[in-house]
């Protein structure tokens, strides 16, 4: 088969190479398009555009197949741990013990933040979105760090943004749940792991039950990376322009916000407790979904790559069952969930568009019950996918070629007015 793509354009035939990655995907390379012909692409939200190759993270949207480095998630999910699956996506490779211990005593050494954004978290409203306090203080840090803001960060730089960022990140998630609650902080223990420290710092109880703090570490780990998101192409567009490693993660953590996004499990949450407490049934609630006019969206459900199940919401969802079993918890908004998915999962609305349950329908149901508040879920998403931005944003500067991220556009505006004085408008 060839490869060679043929474009004709009038009367021109032009040739374009093609390009098939390890997992067998094919694509046009169009580097040379618009030199050749003049044309550029025109594809709104990138439905088909490929920004970049990539080595870190493979999904099969149609078989419903993700891949850490090329590990099964299910493998990775059952056999590895969050700071693992971390420095595999970071390093490309699974550490060895030492590494491994290495890796996470470095990220526990990385036990508190700077006085000032001690003070920054505490001047924010009690009632700010924990995702504006994460966000500000991400990017705040660049100024009490300025030897990790040069343009290009040594080796040894980046091995030591990736553990700072991700002791860090836990350290202001804490602070900013307990200043939400209107609490002193609590310091990290280094003698805990990663998240019981976490759950330690958000409770201020060391004696974290093993379950939760394991169901907290799958979490994690299902939210590692997934290839060019929405924030991790902000964080490669934004690490496109040499900005520092701080403001480059601070524009992840920004576009992971949105509901359409990671803001999708604390608005799973939202839309569950309004269909209990309205007592409207899933059909009545679904019809609303499926009116265009209504602009509600049946959260956590759809995806723009997996037109099959999203195998985290798998495994989510069989974990739900378990930690709630361990914790002793019954959560009707868990009932809640599984009947909406039983009946959507019948109904052509949904079986026609391919829309099955993501990685945020059940994801609440585990951090509630964890006891981990609604609008701390985001925040949840962020601290697991930090890793996966960190090594995307390695990925991209490393990469041979590397040029600043800057996409064309078609102008379709007003193409010749002359100025008229205000007084003739
Ligand atoms: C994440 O990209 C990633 O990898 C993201 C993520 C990651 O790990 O980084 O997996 C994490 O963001 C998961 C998605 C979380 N978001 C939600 O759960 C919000 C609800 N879902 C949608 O808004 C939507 O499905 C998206 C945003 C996820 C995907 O949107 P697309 O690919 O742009 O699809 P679309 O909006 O064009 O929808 C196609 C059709 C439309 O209907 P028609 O115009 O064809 O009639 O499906 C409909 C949509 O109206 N549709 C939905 C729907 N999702 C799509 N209708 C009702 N409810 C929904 N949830």
Known sequence: ????????????????????????????????????????????????????????????????????????????????????????????????????????????????????????????PKNAHPMAVLASNMVSLSAFYEDMCAQDLTPAQKDTAIVQLMGQIKIMAAYAYRHSQGKDFVKSDKSLDYCSDFIHMMTGDKNVKKEVAKALDILLILHVDHEQNCSTSSVRLVGSSKANIFATISAGVDALWGPLHGGANQAVLEMLAEIKDSGKGYEAFLAEVKDKNSGSRLMGFGHRVYKNFDPRAKIIKVACDTVLATLGVKDPLLDIAKGLEAVALKDEYFVSRKLYPNVDFYSGIIYRALGIPTNMFTVMFAMGRLPGWMAQWKEMVEQPGFKICRPRQIYTGDTTNTYKDIKSR
């Open 1 to 124: 088969m060839s490869d060679k793509a043929k474009l004709i354009l009038g009367d021109k035939t032009f040739e374009l190479p093609t390009f098939t990655g390890s997992e067998g995907e094919k694509a046009v390379d169009i580097t040379k398009l618009r030199a050749e012909t003049g044309y550029v692409t025109l594809d709104t939200g990138y439905m088909n555009t490929g920004a970049c190759t990539s080595a870190i993270t493979f999904l099969d949207g149609e078989k419903g197949i993700l891949k850490y480095r090329g590990y099964s998630i299910e493998e990775i999910a059952e056999k590895s741990s969050f700071l693992e699956s971390s420095y595999l996506v970071f390093y490309g490779k699974l550490p060895t013990a030492t590494e491994l211990k290495n890796f996470e005593d470095r990220i526990a050494s990385f036990d508190d933040v700077p006085e000032g954004i001690k003070q920054q978290i505490k001047a924010f």
